[in-house]
């Protein structure tokens, strides 16, 4: 099978995962919480094609990142953006020119960093860097009743434990430290919950915490 039909095969292959994934994600929800919801499965499909040495794979996550606009929070620049997919895309194929064409149409897509978008303003994004077992947590007040959703995005292979607890403490949603890419979703009663990601891996990495 040459490069480029490998690059075909390959993107259908990602878009059949994605579609049943992002499949799932209901229409009538807040935009932000739907572009929490597509930045967790872009970062799944990443991790998908990474086991499988298929760029085209990180290109289709790429642009579903591409996609969806960010508040960024903090000093720090979220690590989780297309760019960066791009640029592991293009190192994976050895720079090979039917890859390097598909990744220059993505770099140049015209809708990338537009603030209008199904998605809204974007869901808010904040990046800690935490040490091996740290805990990291933090207040917010959420709309009585409406969707909230939130999810951590780690720059490496460390499981992450993603809680929310309502203002009295109790769970209303905990991951466990089982998944790189947790995702929590609850309709709060009150409107402050507590949300805390802990580094359930014994090196530090980066997190990127995302929430609507």
Known sequence: MGVRAGLKAGFAAALLWAAGVVGAIAQEEPGAAQGVARLATAAQLADWGRERDDPGALILAARMVAEVPLQAQGDAAPFFTSDALLDEALAMSGDD?????????????????????????????????????????FDVIARPNEILRVAAIGDGDVPLDLSVRDSAGRVLCRSGVVDHYPVCTVRPRVGRVRIEVTNGGGVWSRVQILSN
């Open 97 to 137: 020119p039917a890859y390097a064409a598909a990744i220059a149409v993505v770099r140049q897509d015209p809708t990338r960093g537009v603030v209008t978008s199904p998605y809204g303003r974007g869901p808010i994004a904040t990046v800690k860097t935490m040490r091996a077992r740290e805990a990291y947590g």
